[in-house]
């Protein structure tokens, strides 16, 4: 019987601590990185999608794509890729306003 609850308990733990924590950090935001684009689809979500991408043989090759046409792109859930010194200047100008 505390097996079965151990085992609960653990489960539970863990679905909420790699599933559940990251959904709800991703909509509330804190950083403001959502006002940026993502690389993929769930750059805002824990790293995975960066490992996705750098398995890949060149990641960078999409990257640069994105980088045509935005000078700064979310990569993962606490980082961005800037362009340009320009850009990381844009980035903080943002802040400051």
């Known amino acids: 019987m505390y ?3 151990l085992v609960a308990t ?12 990251p959904v709800v950090d991703y909509f509330r ?3 403001g ?3 940026y684009p993502n ?7 824990p790293n ?8 890949k043989r060149f990641w960078s090759k999409k990257l640069l794509e994105v980088h045509k ?3 700064i ?5 606490n980082s961005l890729s800037y362009r340009s010194p320009q850009a990381v200047k844009l980035h903080y100008s943002d802040l400051c306003i």
């Open 3 to 5: 097996g079965i609850i």
């Open 10 to 21: 653990a489960t539970l733990f863990f679905v909420s601590y790699f599933v559940i924590k």
């Open 29 to 31: 935001d804190h950083k």
């Open 33 to 35: 990185f959502h006002k």
């Open 39 to 45: 690389l993929n689809a769930i750059a805002g979500l």
């Open 48 to 55: 995975i999608d960066f490992i996705w991408e750098a398995q």
């Open 69 to 71: 046409k935005y000078p």
């Open 73 to 77: 792109v979310q990569i993962g859930p």
